[in-house]
Nanobody
Framework: QVQLVESGGGLVQPGGSLRLSCAAS????????MGWYRQAPGKQREWVAT???????NYPDSVKGRFTVSRDNAKSTMYLQMNSLKPEDSAVYYC?????????WGQGTQVTVSS
């Protein structure tokens, strides 16, 4: 069973930064596309970032230029560097991968942007 464990969330002031981590196990991490998603209370889960096995990245306009996704295949870990955070970035952040078409999710990490 694939396991994904997110960490690094917390409370940060508007304009601040956080770095999230997603540690993967029981998966050949280096060959799979990985993604970050987030879900705010009362809203649908939304896509935040994707990184392919080759290191190509993609972002929605809402976070482009502020968030950077990266991966360390030797550590089976994906990261999300979040800068210039806004209150609307507050959400539970989840990492995701879908080997063989089955989606796996972590338990999530809470990010709260507030003064």
């Amino acid at each position: 069973q694939v396991q994904l464990v997110e960490s690094g969330g917390g409370l940060v002031q508007p304009g601040g930064s956080l770095r999230l981590s997603c540690a993967a196990s029981r998966i050949m991490f280096s060959i799979y596309t990985m993604g970050w998603y987030r879900q705010a209370p009362g809203k649908q889960r939304e896509w935040v970032a994707t990184i392919t096995s080759a290191g190509s990245t993609n972002y929605p306009d809402s976070v482009k230029g502020r968030f950077t996704v990266s991966r360390d295949n030797a550590k089976s870990t994906m990261y999300l560097q979040m800068n210039s955070l806004k209150p609307e970035d507050s959400a539970v952040y989840y990492c995701n991968t879908s080997p063989s078409g089955r989606a796996y999710w972590g338990q999530g990490t809470q990010v709260t942007v507030s003064s």
